[in-house]
């Protein structure tokens, strides 16, 4: 069964710019998670999308946004790109997201360079 | 809010050897996950090995073993016969117990582990 995918692997932006990072979750699996990477924060929670809803969100500006589709796809989106942007965002799938299929499996990552 | 805290950033251990890793966590449930991810340098992360709050048995998976310590909010994990392959960025992590809307993991912000030969 193939992994977590995630797309692109690597980006460079500059400023004020917007971005589209997109994950595909392992083939069955429902729930798909978002979390940001940076040396300085750690990992953080940005959100997750559970059947094409938002269920759980952290703590992010509004400029961090995304959807899940129908076929469990997701995509996150960055409006308005700034230098503190920069890090490596994680995608995570799981099945269910409750106490059912608890484990999340993870993705590559994109690493976004933000210039 | 629930906070997961690893005291040591890096560690070292000689190939073979057996080697602890700490973490600490906060939180005021009673049900909770605790996890133990690790992220080679390849950067894809994977699960080591989990621990549910209601079973007072450590979680065992081969060479990793934890010890969970409930009441002091405390999870170690120990790699027993370390392997060069073992070198990575360890990640300590909690989930609520009830998923949903709080089924995001919560993670301390690492141990970077090195294995010398």
């Known amino acids: 069964k193939a992994g977590v995918t995630q797309t692109p692997r690597y980006l460079i932006k500059t400023r004020g710019q917007q971005v589209t990072l997109s994950c595909s979750p392992i083939s069955g699996h429902r729930s798909v998670s978002w979390y940001q990477q940076t040396p300085g924060q750690g990992l953080q929670f940005l959100f997750e999308?559970?059947?094409?809803?938002?269920?759980n969100k952290g703590n992010f500006p509004g400029r961090f946004s995304g959807r899940q589709f129908s076929n469990s796809r997701s995509e996150m989106n960055v409006s308005t790109l700034e230098l503190g942007d920069s890090a490596l965002y994680l995608c995570?799938?799981?099945?269910?997201?409750?106490?059912?299929?608890?484990?999340?499996?993870f993705g590559p990552g994109t690493r976004l360079t933000v210039l | 809010a629930q906070t997961v805290t690893q005291s040591q950033p890096e560690m070292s251990v000689q190939e073979a050897e057996t080697v602890t890793l700490s973490c600490t966590y906060d939180t005021s449930e009673s049900d909770y996950y605790l996890f133990w991810y690790k992220q080679p340098p390849s950067r894809q992360m994977i699960l080591v090995i989990r621990q549910e709050a209601y079973k007072q048995q450590n979680a065992t998976e081969n060479r990793f073993s934890v010890n969970f310590q409930k009441a002091a909010k405390s999870f170690s994990l120990k790699i027993s016969d370390s392997q060069l392959g073992d070198a990575a960025m360890y990640f300590c992590?909690?989930?609520?117990?009830?998923?949903?809307?709080?089924?995001?993991?919560?993670f301390g912000k690492g141990t970077k582990l090195s294995v010398k030969p």
């Open positions: 995570a799938s799981s099945l269910a997201g409750t106490n059912q299929g608890l484990e999340q499996f």
């Open positions: 999308y559970f059947s094409e809803t938002q269920r």
């Open positions: 992590a909690y989930r609520s117990y009830y998923g949903g809307s709080q089924g995001n993991l919560i």
